[in-house]
């Protein structure tokens, strides 16, 4: 059988390396994102910028990639009290998590791409979820999703196979991955167009790519990008 992913695209810097790394290795792949009213929406205008140059720039992966799906799930913001999806200040709670904590976000995420994988024949679900970002949300924990894919696997009674080759890796080491997968090209590709900043700014270009510069998703961005150009230059 045919290898064939969905992968969450969000059109940030994470979920573009995966969209690269499934090209990479699966016969077919499919694109999924979420509308659920987060403040930084302009993410998702930088989903069709990145899928049309993909598709220009990458001719053996634009063979590849398959159709987009775009969910609206405007309920996930109706009833989360969040950072990313109320005009909030970003902080961090009694619990420990910051305010940027959706809850069950990737469960739901998740299970909503199941259902559109299931009918459409694609046995694997990639998404950038990694253990080593500062936030620690516990929806993106390894053990949480390998057993979120045993749950998926039985529930659907099929085999559900849930990828997530950024867990182990620094935001460094994320744009070595997308250097070995696609050269300086993707790396340009995804520092001029995905969007990674919390407070939706995209309108500052900086050397790391669009962003406020001081919010804890453009901190981190900054500081992996200046420490991979670090690695490039010796
Ligand atoms: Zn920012």
């Known amino acids: 059988m045919e290898r064939k992913a969905l992968v ?28 659920y009213g987060q403040r930084h929406a302009v993410e998702l205008e930088c989903r069709q910028v990145v899928l049309d140059r993909i598709k220009a720039q990458f001719p053996a992966w634009a063979e590849r990639l398959g159709p987009d799906h775009m969910l609206d799930l ?37 299970t909503f791409a199941s259902a559109i994988a299931y009918r459409r024949g694609l046995r694997a679900l990639v ?10 949300y516990p929806d993106c924990r390894d053990n949480t999703l390998k057993a979120l894919q045993v749950a998926m696997s039985l529930g659907l009674d099929a085999p559900m196979v849930i990828e997530t080759p950024l867990m182990w890796l620094d935001k460094a080491q ?9 050269g300086l090209a993707l790396v ?43 690695t490039e230059v010796v």
């Open 127 to 136: 998404g950038g979820m990694c253990e080593t970002d500062y936030s620690g």
């Open 188 to 230: 340009e590709l995804i520092r001029a167009e995905t969007h990674t900043c919390y407070l939706g700014d995209h309108t500052h270009l900086h050397r790391w790519g669009y962003g406020c510069g001081n919010c804890p998703a453009c901190e981190l961005r900054r500081d992996g990008y200046e420490a991979y150009v670090k």
């Open 174 to 182: 994320t744009w070595q991955l997308a250097e070995q997968l696609g």
């Open 74 to 110: 405007a309920l996930l913001g109706q009833i989360s009290d969040t950072a990313l999806t109320q005009h909030q200040e970003i902080t961090f709670k009694a619990s420990g998590l910051p305010s940027t904590f959706v809850p069950a976000r990737n469960l739901m995420f998740f």
């Open 8 to 35: 969450l695209f969000s059109g940030g810097q994470d979920s573009a390396t995966c969209l690269a790394w499934a090209l990479d290795r699966y016969a077919q792949v499919e694109t999924i994102g979420f509308h």
